[in-house]
């Protein structure tokens, strides 16, 4: 088994990826806001190109926001932020091996993973485009839920292992 200072090691370095893969997107994204002829450097050929999906409106609120609190609503923000506040979350809730935060670690990951099938979802059929930054994204949150899976599964190991028994 990985020891736990391991897994804490690496669910900070890939924290520290994400948040720049996160904060790059949201650079892109308001670049091409302000910019028009802005290029970033993730729009590679053709048919690699993440500004398609950095102006759709899935990009901000996961494109589901603006129906339930508007368009201009506060909480309409780009999902690279969203992202930034994630990878920030996951870098500090690394820093404990507390029961209960490993557990609001391992529940905030699967829902990152579920974003991610959803936006995957959105990028293949609705964007049609293939964006590198998308999915670079994509990979370090199907890392983080591997790595907080294992943390979480050391920890129900420990805590069952260190459990007097009844009779003693």
Same mark, same amino acid.
């Given at each position: /088994?990985?020891?736990?200072?391991?897994?804490? !090691?690496?669910?900070?370095?890939?924290? &520290?990826?994400?948040? %720049?893969?996160?904060?790059?997107? =949201?650079?892109?994204?308001?670049? #091409? *806001?302000?910019? @028009?002829?802005?290029?970033? =450097?993730?729009?590679? !050929?053709?048919?690699?190109?993440?500004? @398609?999906?950095?102006?759709? @409106?899935?990009?901000?609120?996961?494109?589901?926001? !603006?129906?339930?609190?508007? *368009? +201009?609503?506060?909480?309409?923000?780009?999902?690279?932020?969203?992202? /930034?506040?994630?990878?920030?979350?996951?870098?500090?809730?690394? %820093?404990?091996?507390?029961?209960?935060?490993?557990?609001?670690?391992?529940?905030?990951?699967?829902?990152?993973?579920?974003?991610?099938?959803?936006?995957?979802?959105? #990028?293949?059929?609705?964007?049609?485009?293939? %964006?590198?930054? %998308?999915?670079?994204?994509?990979?370090?949150?199907?890392?983080? #839920? &591997?790595?907080?899976?294992?943390?979480?599964? *050391? =920890? #129900?190991? &420990?805590?069952?292992?260190?459990? @007097?028994?009844?009779? +003693?």
């Amino acid at each position: /088994m990985v020891q736990l200072s391991t897994v804490n !090691r690496i669910i900070k370095a890939y924290s &520290l990826v994400g948040f %720049c893969v996160a904060a790059y997107a =949201l650079y892109v994204e308001i670049s #091409l *806001e302000n910019y @028009p002829d802005f290029k970033p =450097l993730c729009d590679l !050929r053709e048919y690699i190109k993440c500004s @398609p999906a950095f102006i759709s @409106p899935y990009a901000k609120g996961f494109g589901i926001v !603006r129906y339930i609190f508007g *368009e +201009d609503s506060a909480f309409n923000v780009p999902n690279g932020l969203t992202g /930034m506040l994630f990878y920030t979350l996951s870098f500090v809730l690394s %820093c404990s091996n507390s029961d209960k935060l490993v557990n609001i670690h391992y529940y905030l990951t699967i829902a990152s993973n579920v974003s991610t099938f959803y936006l995957a979802f959105v #990028l293949v059929f609705v964007v049609q485009e293939l %964006c590198l930054v %998308c999915l670079t994204t994509y990979f370090i949150n199907a890392i983080s #839920l &591997l790595c907080v899976s294992s943390k979480r599964r *050391e =920890l #129900l190991s &420990l805590s069952v292992h260190h459990k @007097p028994c009844k009779g +003693d």
